[in-house]
């Protein structure tokens, strides 16, 4: 048993079980569209985590790129454009 896991169970605070955790690892899986269709296949939890960053990673890297493509474009557009886009955005 490790340290970290003999601490928490004596510092009193909430305790999660085994099988809530395979819960939650499961719905990671299942939101995560590298490993999505491989219920079947057992997955570790461990790459279910790894898997998770990697995505957040990703998706952090796509709003970026989204962002500067939309920062380009109001730059480049004329003032109606630029106006009708902010508007749209703020809805």
Known sequence: MSSRRSRSRHSGGSRISEDQINDLVSKLQQLLPELRNRSSDKVSAARVLQETCNYIRSLHREVDDLS????????????????????????
Request: proline content about 0%; aromatic content about 0%.
């Open 68 to 91: 500067d493509r939309l920062s380009e474009l109001l730059e480049t557009s004329d003032t109606t454009q630029a106006a009708l886009i902010r508007s749209l955005l703020m809805q």
